[in-house]
C-alpha cells in the first residue's frame, strides 16, 4: 500500500469542505431564506448523507488504527493517543456548546411568546372586527332604505335608472337586484367591463327567503375587503314577489389596509405560536447535523492529522529498528521541510556516517581475517607444530601439527598455564618444564632438544622459544616451535646400524672362512695322529672353533640381510585369510597353549607384502611363544579392526600375548637393533620386523597390555583395490627367530 | 370558529370522473372526497394555508408496461382561514378567484366537482389509447419551513390520493 498515497490531503480536504458547506447552508435554509429554503429537505438528506460518510469514514479509520494498535503496529499507539486526545478536545466543547445551544434555542422560541401581546393581538382583530361591524351596519341600513326605493319601482328601466343612481349615491361597487329563484333582474356595476353580476349563493337566498339580511365581509382576489349585502325587497303591491337586493361595497382602502394589517399580525402570531414545537424540531434537527458534522470532520481530521503526524515517526521507528538490526543501508524518504523534515534528515546523515563506518570496519575485518586465515593456513601446513604462550605461561593459541605431535587435544590447555599440559600429561612433563623454565626467565631465545617417554616408544623433539616483542599486552608471550625428530634420528641410528652391520658382514666375513677351513684341516691332519687327551681336546676345540665359526657365519648373514634394501612387493592382499594361514603353521608350537583369531570380517583389503608381514608375524609369534614358556595356558590373540589411532584409512592388528611384557626400561627402543631379552637372541628380529612394517607405509609400536603381556600394534595401509591381486599360495615360511 | 365538524381523518380519494377530446380540447371532469386531517385543520385556523394541488397527466397506454406520459396540468387551490371577518376561503389560483365559505367542511366541498377544459397540439388529440391520470394532494413544498421537513415524513402533511385514471372518449 502507497501509504503517501493514502495521506493526500486533496480528497479528505474536499469531501470536508463540501460537508461542511452542507450543514453550514442549513442555518439560512432553516429560516427559509429564498431558495434555500425550498431545499431545505434536500440540505437534510445530503447532510444525513454526509453524516452517514463521514460516520463509516471515521469508523473504517478507527477500526483500522484500533487493529494497528493490537497488533502492535509500530506508532499505532501514539496514533491512537493523538487520536483519543484531538477527539476529547474537539467533542467536549462541541457537546457543551450543543447543549447549551439547545437549551437557549428552546427558551428563546418560547420567549418569543406573550399572553400579553396575544390578548392585544386578539383585541386588535376584535376592534377591526367590530368596526367592521359598524361599518357593516351603516351599509346594511343604506341598503334597506334603497331597497323600499327598489320597492315602489315598477317600470324595468326605472328599476335599472334607480339602481345605477343609489349604485353611485352609495359608494357601492356593484347592485343587482335578483329573483329568488337566482334570476338577474337588473345590475348596475362600477366596472364597466363586467357582464354579469357577482351571483350570490345559495346561503344568501336562504337568508332573503327567511326576510333576514345577509351582511358578509369578503376578501377579494387581488387583495381589499368588500362587503356583501343582500336585503329583501319587499313592495306593498299585492302579488309582487320578494326579490334579493345586493350591493357589493368595497371597504375604503385606509379601513382594509388596517384590517388586513391587524389580521396579518394576528394570523402571524398565531402560525408561529402553531408552529413553536416544528420549529424547535427543525431548530435542533439542523443544530444536531451541523454538530454531528462538525464533530465528525473533527474526528476525521483528527484522524487524518495524526496519521499524517506519526507517519514520519512511525518511518523513524522503522528506521531506526532497521539500524538496531543492522541494516545500515536504510535511508527515509523526506516530505517536508520542518522540524521532522529535519530530524529525518538527520536520521539519513547518520546511518550513511554508520554505514560509511561499518564499511571501513568490514574492510578491516576482512583484511584482519584473511591475514588471520592465512597465518593459520600456513601454521597448519607447517611440519612443526607451533604453540602461543601469554606472558604469564598461559597456552594461547596451537597448530594442528602440534596436536598430531603431541598426541594430546590441545584445545582443552587453552587459556590455562603450560605446566598443567605437563600434570596432566605426565609423558609431556619435560615439554611444560622446558617451557616453563625458559619464560620464567624470559629468554629470548632458547632451543632444546627434549626426549618424551611415549607409551609407543621415545620421542625426540627440537623445540625452540622466542618471545614476542611487547608492543601490546595482548600481543606480548612467546612463540614455541618444535620438530619431532625421532624418525629422523632412528633413521640416522638406522642407517649407521645399517653401514656397521655391512662392515661387520664385510670385514668379519672374510676372514671366517679361512678360520673354518684351517680348523677343519688341523683337524683331519692332527686328530689322527693324537691319543688320549690330547686326541679329545683338539677335538673339542677345532669343533667349537668350527660351531662359533657357523654362529658367527649365521650372525653376519643376519647382519647382512639387515643391511640389505629390502625387496618388496606389495600386493592387495586380505589379511585375515593371510593370519589364519601363518598361525596355522603354528598350530603345533607347544609353547602356545591357544590360539585366539578375532579378526574383523569387515575390514579391508590391505596393500602389503604378503612375504613380509609373513615374516614380521612369525618372529612375532616365535618371540610370544618364547615369552610364555613356563606360563601355563599360554594364550596368543590376534585382532584386527579399523584402526582407531591413526587419522589415515588403516587397518589394525594387534598380537597380544599372556607372556610377562616388555621390560619397562626396554620399551622405548625395543625396535632398535640389539636390543633383546633373550640370551641367544641377536636382537635383530624386531628391528627387521619395523623395517618391512615401515618400508610399506605402516606402522609398529609395542607396549604392555594394561591386563599383563605384551602387546604389538600394527597399523597397515587400506589398499585402493576391491579384489586380492596377490596369491597367498607358494609363500614360504621364513621364519626365524632373532 | 366553525371548522370542519365532520372532518376527522383525512383522505383524499377520487370517487369518479370521465374525460373527452372535443375539437383539440380536452374536457375532464372528476368528483373527489376530500377530508383533512384535524391537525391540518388546526394549522389552518392558525393562519397556515393549504395548498391543496389536483395534478393532471395525459398519458397513452401501450403493450409495455410503462406509458409515455404526454401533458401534464397541476391546479393549485388554497385554503385558508380570514381571521377579520372569521371566514374560510378558497382560491382558485387557475381562475383566480376567492370563495368564502363559513365552515371548512363547505370550504372542501366546494372542492369535490372538478372540473377543467385544456386546449391540445393537434398530433396528441389525435392519439389512441389516450387516458387521463388524476390525483389530489397537499402541496408540502408549499407549506411553511418549520412544517416542510415534517410533512415529508409523517402524516397528515403529506396526504395524497390514489392516481384514478380513465379512458379518453
Not at chain 2, 369535490?112 to 389530489?136: C, G, H, M, Y
Request: hydrophobic letters at 40%; one cysteine or more.
Amino acid at each position: 500500500m502507497n501509504f503517501r498515497r493514502a495521506l493526500r490531503p486533496g480528497p479528505a480536504i474536499g469531501l470536508s469542505i463540501i460537508f461542511l458547506a452542507a450543514s453550514l447552508l442549513l442555518t439560512p435554509a432553516v429560516e427559509n431564506k429564498g431558495l434555500l429554503g425550498d431545499f431545505y429537505g434536500g440540505l437534510v438528506a445530503l447532510n444525513i448523507i454526509g453524516i452517514v460518510i463521514m460516520t463509516t469514514l471515521t469508523a473504517i479509520n478507527v477500526y483500522r488504527l484500533i487493529r494497528q494498535f493490537r497488533a502492535q503496529v509500530l506508532g499505532a499507539r501514539l496514533a491512537l493517543r493523538f487520536v483519543v486526545i484531538f477527539a476529547l478536545l474537539a467533542i467536549i466543547p462541541l457537546s457543551l456548546v450543543y447543549y447549551f445551544s439547545v437549551y437557549f434555542l428552546s427558551r428563546g422560541v418560547d420567549s418569543w411568546f406573550d399572553v400579553r401581546i396575544e390578548q392585544a393581538l386578539d383585541d386588535a382583530l376584535l376592534l377591526g372586527q367590530t368596526s367592521l361591524e359598524a361599518t357593516k351596519t351603516d351599509v346594511v341600513i343604506r341598503l334597506q332604505r334603497d331597497a323600499a326605493q327598489v320597492a315602489q319601482t315598477t317600470s324595468p328601466f326605472g328599476i335599472i335608472k334607480l339602481l345605477e343612481d343609489l349604485r353611485g349615491e352609495g359608494d357601492f361597487s356593484e347592485m343587482s337586484l335578483h329573483s329568488l329563484s337566482g334570476r338577474v333582474i337588473a345590475s348596475s356595476s362600477s366596472d364597466a367591463i363586467s357582464l354579469t353580476p357577482s351571483a350570490p349563493d345559495d346561503t344568501v337566498f336562504a337568508r332573503i327567503r327567511q326576510r333576514k339580511t345577509y351582511a358578509q365581509v369578503e376578501p377579494l382576489f387581488d387583495g381589499g375587503l368588500q362587503l356583501r349585502i343582500a336585503v329583501p325587497v319587499i313592495s306593498d303591491r299585492m302579488g309582487d314577489p320578494v326579490r334579493l337586493l345586493q350591493g357589493l361595497y368595497p371597504l375604503p382602502l385606509r379601513y382594509s389596509r388596517l384590517g388586513e394589517s391587524v389580521q396579518s399580525a394576528s394570523d402571524e402570531y398565531n402560525r408561529l405560536k402553531f408552529l413553536r414545537q416544528p420549529l424547535k424540531l427543525n431548530f435542533v434537527i439542523t443544530l444536531t447535523l451541523v454538530t454531528l458534522m462538525t464533530a465528525l470532520i473533527a474526528l476525521w481530521l483528527a484522524i487524518y492529522s495524526t496519521r499524517r503526524l506519526v507517519a514520519p515517526l512511525r518511518e523513524l521507528a522503522e528506521g531506526t529498528r532497521a539500524v538496531a538490526s543492522g541494516n545500515y543501508l536504510k535511508q527515509l524518504p523526506v516530505h517536508s521541510g520542518d522540524e521532522l523534515g529535519v530530524l529525518v534528515s538527520s536520521f539519513n546523515q547518520m546511518t550513511n556516517q554508520i554505514r560509511l563506518a561499518q564499511e571501513a570496519t568490514a574492510d578491516s575485518q576482512q583484511q584482519t581475517e584473511a591475514q588471520r586465515t592465512y597465518l593459520e593456513t600456513v601454521l597448519t601446513h607447517l611440519s612443526s607444530g607451533v604453540l602461543s604462550l601469554a606472558k604469564d605461561g598461559t597456552l594461547r593459541t596451537h597448530n594442528t601439527i602440534a596436536e598430531s605431535i603431541l598426541a594430546v587435544d590441545l584445545t582443552a590447555f587453552e587459556q590455562r598455564p603450560i605446566t598443567t599440559l605437563g600434570d596432566t600429561h605426565s609423558q609431556l612433563a619435560p615439554l611444560s618444564s622446558a617451557i616453563t623454565r625458559h619464560t620464567q626467565h624470559n629468554d629470548q631465545d632458547w632451543q632444546d632438544q627434549i626426549v618424551l617417554a611415549s607409551p609407543y616408544g621415545r620421542q625426540t623433539l627440537i623445540c625452540r622459544g622466542t618471545r614476542l616483542p611487547e608492543t601490546t599486552e595482548t600481543l606480548s608471550g612467546y612463540v614455541i616451535v618444535f620438530d619431532d625428530v625421532s624418525a629422523l634420528i632412528r633413521a640416522q641410528r638406522d642407517a649407521a646400524w645399517g653401514e656397521v652391520a655391512r662392515r661387520l658382514a664385510h670385514e668379519i666375513k672374510n676372514p671366517l672362512t679361512p678360520i673354518q677351513l684351517s680348523a677343519e684341516r688341523i683337524r683331519a691332519k692332527y686328530l689322527k695322529h693324537l691319543a688320549g687327551d690330547d686326541q679329545a681336546t683338539l677335538d673339542r676345540a677345532t669343533r667349537t672353533i668350527i660351531a662359533q665359526v657357523d654362529l658367527m657365519k649365521a650372525l653376519v648373514n643376519a647382519f647382512s640381510h639387515y643391511a640389505q634394501p629390502m625387496q618388496l612387493k606389495p600386493v592387495t592382499t586380505e589379511l585375515n585369510r593371510l593370519l589364519q594361514d601363518i598361525i596355522e603353521l603354528h598350530r603345533q608350537n607347544k609353547k602356545i597353549n591357544t590360539f585366539e583369531l578375532d579378526l574383523d570380517d569387515t575390514v579391508p583389503l590391505v596393500h602389503i607384502d604378503p612375504a613380509g608381514i609373513r615374516q614380521v608375524l612369525n618372529n612375532l609369534v616365535i618371540n610370544a611363544a618364547d615369552a610364555m614358556v613356563g606360563i601355563p595356558n599360554g594364550r596368543l590373540t590376534l585382532r584386527t579392526h579399523q584402526a582407531t589411532r591413526s587419522k589415515d584409512r588403516s587397518v589394525t592388528l594387534e598380537v597380544r600375548d599372556t607372556g610377562p611384557g616388555f621390560p619397562q626400561e626396554l620399551l622405548g627402543s625395543i625396535f632398535d637393533p640389539y636390543v633383546t631379552t633373550k640370551t641367544k637372541g641377536t636382537g635383530l628380529g624386531l628391528a627387521i620386523a619395523r623395517r618391512i612394517i615401515e618400508e610399506q607405509g605402516g606402522s609398529i609400536q609395542a607396549e604392555n597390555d594394561p591386563a599383563g603381556g605384551a602387546l604389538v600394534i600394527i597399523q597397515l595401509p587400506v589398499s585402493l583395490d576391491t579384489k586380492p591381486t596377490g596369491p597367498l599360495e607358494g609363500i614360504t615360511n621364513t621364519a626365524s627367530s632373532h | 370558529m366553525l371548522l370542519a365538524s365532520t372532518i376527522t381523518t383525512a383522505d383524499f380519494k377520487i370517487v369518479g370522473g370521465g374525460a373527452q377530446i372535443t375539437d383539440q380540447h380536452l374536457s375532464s371532469h372528476a368528483t373527489l372526497d376530500l377530508s383533512l386531517d384535524p391537525r391540518s385543520a388546526t394549522a389552518i385556523a392558525n393562519g397556515i394555508p393549504i395548498i391543496i394541488c389536483i395534478d393532471l397527466e395525459l398519458v397513452q397506454n401501450k403493450l409495455w408496461p410503462w406509458s409515455t406520459t404526454f401533458l401534464e396540468w397541476r391546479y393549485p387551490v388554497k385554503l385558508s382561514y380570514h381571521s377579520l371577518s372569521r371566514r374560510f376561503t378558497v382560491t382558485d389560483q387557475r381562475k383566480k378567484s376567492t370563495a368564502v365559505f363559513h365552515t371548512l367542511g363547505e370550504a372542501l366541498r366546494q372542492l369535490d366537482r372538478f372540473s377543467v377544459i385544456e386546449a391540445l397540439p393537434a398530433t396528441i388529440a389525435k392519439k389512441q389509447n389516450l387516458v387521463v391520470r388524476i390525483r389530489a394532494r397537499i402541496d408540502t413544498e408549499s407549506l411553511p419551513a418549520p412544517l416542510r421537513l415534517i410533512s415529508a415524513l409523517l402524516p397528515p402533511w403529506n396526504e395524497q390520493s390514489q392516481w384514478h385514471e380513465w379512458p379518453v372518449q
